[in-house]
């Protein structure tokens, strides 16, 4: 089954249920083309996108150990797709990595300032950061096609690994 295959029978289902889930906005608005990359000559500002911070989380504490040694010589945020709290964000950062480095701004904030360059964190957030001004970068950790289901999850994050 191509793509394109999966996609029209993810709409036709999800027409029919008549309601409006995660994977169908991403269907609805994604045209599936790479994003273009175009590297500032010196960048100086690094903003991670996350789908969440959960304290215990292994990759959250990944991304946090990165962005820490990163501080060392860059400006370092940190975005949540689905808007969270700053507090929450601080709670769960400082509960995961005792002295990361960095700061915490909203994604609507990131959307319209951008960054030089911007780190989707999951497959989900890859297709957050297509439309953000600055270099975009995938912080891979594992084949995250295999986390869920085969079925249109597979399939929307794979596709994000020929994308970004």
């Given at each position: 089954?191509?793509?394109?295959?999966?996609?029209?029978?993810?709409?036709?289902?999800?027409?029919?249920?008549?309601?409006?889930?995660?994977?169908?906005?991403?269907?609805?608005?994604?045209?599936?083309?790479?994003?273009?990359?175009?590297l500032?000559?010196?960048?100086?500002?690094?903003?991670?996108?996350?789908?969440?911070?959960?304290?215990?989380?292994?990759?959250?504490?990944?991304?946090l150990?990165?962005?820490?040694?990163?501080?060392?010589?860059?400006?370092?945020?940190?975005?949540?797709?689905?808007?969270?709290?700053?507090?929450?964000?601080?709670?769960?950062?400082?509960?995961?990595?005792?002295?990361?480095?960095?700061?915490?701004?909203?994604?609507?904030?990131?959307?319209?300032?951008?960054?030089?360059?911007?780190?989707?964190?999951?497959?989900?957030?890859a297709?957050?950061?297509?439309?953000?001004?600055?270099?975009?970068?995938?912080?891979?950790?594992?084949y995250?096609?295999?986390?869920?289901?085969?079925?249109?999850?597979?399939?929307?994050?794979?596709?994000?690994?020929?994308?970004?």
């Open positions: 089954m191509s793509i394109i295959d999966c996609i029209s029978f993810v709409l036709d289902y999800y027409q029919k249920k008549k309601s409006i889930t995660e994977i169908e906005q991403i269907i609805q608005k994604e045209n599936f083309q790479p994003v273009c990359k175009q500032v000559y010196k960048p100086s500002k690094i903003a991670f996108v996350l789908l969440d911070m959960s304290k215990g989380s292994g990759g959250c504490t990944s991304v150990r990165i962005g820490r040694s990163l501080a060392r010589n860059y400006e370092i945020t940190y975005s949540i797709v689905h808007e969270n709290t700053e507090k929450s964000f601080m709670d769960a950062a400082e509960y995961n990595l005792k002295g990361w480095r960095g700061s915490y701004i909203s994604f609507s904030k990131v959307r319209e300032k951008g960054a030089d360059i911007v780190i989707a964190t999951s497959w989900q957030t297709y957050a950061i297509k439309e953000i001004s600055g270099y975009k970068m995938y912080f891979l950790q594992d995250e096609p295999l986390f869920g289901d085969y079925g249109e999850m597979y399939y929307l994050a794979k596709e994000t690994y020929m994308m970004v």
